[in-house]
Every structure is written in structure tokens, then in C-alpha cells.
């Protein structure tokens, strides 16, 4: 396989000025993070609320600029601020957590999915509109969505264009910050299934950010922990829901309730214990 990403002591910063009675400070918010991601597999990046997991995920997509280490984007370095060029910017894209937040409520649907090329490329209009079309099909929607605005679809078929407006430009990899968390649980279920789908057909690359790890369990191939900025363990699924290493790593996993038929009988058969008891 080949390697699309790949991470090497990656560490942000942050200066918080000082005040009256107050010292100016540094938070450290990502703490030398390193990894590798080839190419058509799923990195899944998890941890609790404030870990650092969304900062890495701002730098990885080149919009925070790291305050040291590097990021290599298919073998070259990933420059950011005015030193970022337009073909490193497309190898790139993010799918946010609220779908209808990162659409333009004014802009159709069609212009929505063309302004990337529009922005990016020397593509004719027609061209530009066929693609768009084309994609609309890919992720489960129609040619009559072309004309309809935002406020027009579900929260689930938002998410739907959000994802064909992150593969207009055939990025090396997607971002995806959080996904299917702002969905109802039938629409998650339908939102993973046409990511892997995809993945399968164009062999697409994903980091998968989320604190849900049953969604994790479902999507990734590869499972990264973090623990106030850093990384406390890493490896393939199965290895680390199999058999987690780390304490922080163990009490994440027991503080995740388990939806399968014989755990909710316990729970249930534990309150009626309680009932009893009380």
C-alpha cells in the first residue's frame, strides 16, 4: 500500500496572555503526535472532550499551522499559511459535525458542489456542472436536488452533500470530524454505510474523529487514543479494542455503554436488583 499521510512530532501550542492578577500562560494542546495512514484505510482518532483530538484534526487539514514537526501529504511536506499552494490544498478536504452549519444557506446545492472547482481548477461550466451532477448520484441523491437549497433536506441528506462537496476535488484523504454525531441513529447507520461504499469504490483514505467508539469499532481500521494532547495508544482495531493496553485507554472502553442485547439485560436485571434491594 502506499502512503498518503503521515505525521511526525506534530505539536501545537497555545499563548494565553496574561491579565491583572493573571500570568500569561502556554497550553500545550497536541503534544508530539506521530502516525502513518495508507492509502484506502481508516484512521480513527478518539478521546474525551478538550483531548486535542480536533486541534490535530485543524492541523492535518492545514488550517492550523503547527507550532513544530511536519506533515507529509503523498511523500511531500504539507507547508500551511502563505506557503500553502492550491494543489496541496485539494489533497485535503473535511466533512464537519453540523451539516447544515458548513453549507452556505443562500447558494443552491449544485453551486455549493461546483464552487470547489470553480475556486480550484480551469474547468468549463459544463464540465463543472456534469461532475457535480454525477456526484449528486455517487452519494445517494438526484439531479432534482441540483436547484434546492439547504434548508430544503434532511440533516442526513445534508451530511450526503457535504460529503460530495469534500470529493469534487479527488482528495488524497477526507477528514471527518464527527460525522454522524448530530444524526439520528437510523440516519448514522445509512451515513457509514455510504462511506464505506465509497471507500470500496474510489479506495478513498479517511481520519475518522469521534468520541463514539461504536462507531469507531464499525468504520476503523486503525484506532489512535488521545490523552490531554497526547497520543496514549495506537494501533489496529482489533488489537486495540481486543486487548487495550493503557489505563486511560481501559477506562474509556468501560465507560462506554454497550448496546447489544445481553448488556442491556444486565443493566435492566441490575436496576430490578437494586429495586429489590432498596
Same mark, same amino acid.
Given at each position: 500500500?502506499?502512503?498518503?499521510?503521515?505525521?511526525?512530532?506534530?505539536?501545537?501550542?497555545?499563548?494565553?496572555?496574561? =491579565?491583572?492578577?493573571?500570568?500569561?500562560?502556554?497550553?500545550?494542546?497536541?503534544?508530539?503526535? !506521530?502516525?502513518?495512514?495508507?492509502? %484506502?484505510?481508516?484512521?480513527?482518532?478518539? %478521546?474525551?472532550?478538550?483531548?486535542?483530538?480536533?486541534?490535530?484534526?485543524?492541523?492535518?487539514?492545514? /488550517?492550523? @499551522?503547527? @507550532?513544530? =514537526?511536519?506533515?507529509?501529504?503523498?511523500?511531500?511536506?504539507?507547508?500551511?499559511?502563505?506557503?500553502?499552494?492550491? $494543489?496541496?490544498?485539494?489533497?485535503?478536504? /473535511?466533512?464537519?459535525?453540523?451539516?447544515?452549519?458548513?453549507?452556505?444557506?443562500?447558494?443552491?446545492? =449544485?453551486?455549493?458542489?461546483?464552487?470547489?472547482?470553480?475556486?480550484? @481548477?480551469?474547468?468549463?461550466?459544463?464540465?463543472?456542472?456534469?461532475?457535480?451532477?454525477?456526484?449528486?448520484?455517487?452519494? =445517494?441523491?438526484?439531479?432534482?436536488?441540483? !436547484?434546492?437549497?439547504?434548508?430544503?433536506?434532511? %440533516?442526513?441528506?445534508?451530511?450526503?452533500?457535504?460529503?460530495?462537496?469534500?470529493?469534487?476535488?479527488?482528495?488524497?484523504?477526507?477528514?471527518?470530524?464527527?460525522?454522524?454525531?448530530?444524526?439520528?441513529?437510523?440516519?448514522?447507520?445509512?451515513?457509514? !454505510?455510504?462511506?464505506?461504499?465509497?471507500?470500496?469504490?474510489? $479506495?478513498?483514505?479517511?481520519?475518522? /474523529?469521534?468520541?463514539?467508539?461504536?462507531?469507531?469499532?464499525?468504520?476503523?481500521? $486503525?484506532?489512535?487514543?488521545?490523552?490531554? %494532547?497526547?497520543?496514549?495508544?495506537?494501533?489496529?482495531?482489533?488489537?486495540?479494542?481486543?486487548?487495550?493496553?493503557?489505563?486511560?485507554?481501559?477506562?474509556?472502553?468501560?465507560? @462506554?455503554?454497550?448496546?447489544?442485547?445481553?448488556?442491556?439485560?444486565?443493566?435492566?436485571?441490575?436496576?430490578?436488583?437494586?429495586?429489590?434491594?432498596?
Amino acid at each position: 500500500m502506499s502512503e498518503v499521510l503521515r505525521v511526525e512530532n506534530l505539536v501545537r501550542d497555545y499563548h494565553v496572555a496574561g =491579565g491583572l492578577f493573571r500570568k500569561p500562560k502556554t497550553v500545550h494542546a497536541v503534544k508530539g503526535v !506521530n502516525f502513518s495512514l495508507d492509502k %484506502g484505510r481508516t484512521l480513527a482518532i478518539v %478521546g474525551e472532550s478538550g483531548c486535542g483530538k480536533s486541534t490535530l484534526a485543524r492541523m492535518i487539514t492545514l /488550517i492550523d @499551522t503547527p @507550532t513544530a =514537526g511536519q506533515i507529509m501529504i503523498d511523500g511531500k511536506r504539507a507547508e500551511t499559511g502563505k506557503s500553502l499552494t492550491r $494543489e496541496m490544498r485539494q489533497k485535503v478536504q /473535511i466533512v464537519f459535525q453540523n451539516p447544515y452549519g458548513s453549507l452556505n444557506p443562500r447558494q443552491k446545492i =449544485g453551486d455549493v458542489l461546483m464552487e470547489p472547482l470553480l475556486l480550484n @481548477t480551469d474547468m468549463p461550466v459544463k464540465e463543472r456542472r456534469d461532475r457535480a451532477m454525477a456526484m449528486l448520484k455517487k452519494v =445517494g441523491l438526484s439531479s432534482e436536488h441540483f !436547484n434546492r437549497y439547504p434548508h430544503m433536506f434532511s %440533516g442526513g441528506q445534508r451530511q450526503r452533500v457535504a460529503i460530495a462537496r469534500a470529493l469534487m476535488l479527488n482528495p488524497s484523504f477526507l477528514v471527518l470530524d464527527e460525522p454522524v454525531s448530530a444524526l439520528d441513529l437510523s440516519v448514522q447507520a445509512q451515513i457509514l !454505510n455510504l462511506l464505506a461504499d465509497l471507500q470500496d469504490e474510489f $479506495e478513498l483514505t479517511y481520519v475518522f /474523529i469521534s468520541h463514539d467508539l461504536s462507531v469507531v469499532r464499525y468504520i476503523a481500521d $486503525e484506532v489512535l487514543v488521545m490523552y490531554f %494532547g497526547e497520543v496514549v495508544e495506537y494501533g489496529s482495531r482489533d488489537a486495540v479494542f481486543g486487548d487495550p493496553q493503557h489505563e486511560y485507554t481501559k477506562t474509556l472502553f468501560a465507560a @462506554t455503554p454497550r448496546a447489544d442485547v445481553e448488556s442491556i439485560r444486565a443493566r435492566l436485571a441490575r436496576k430490578q436488583q437494586l429495586a429489590a434491594n432498596s
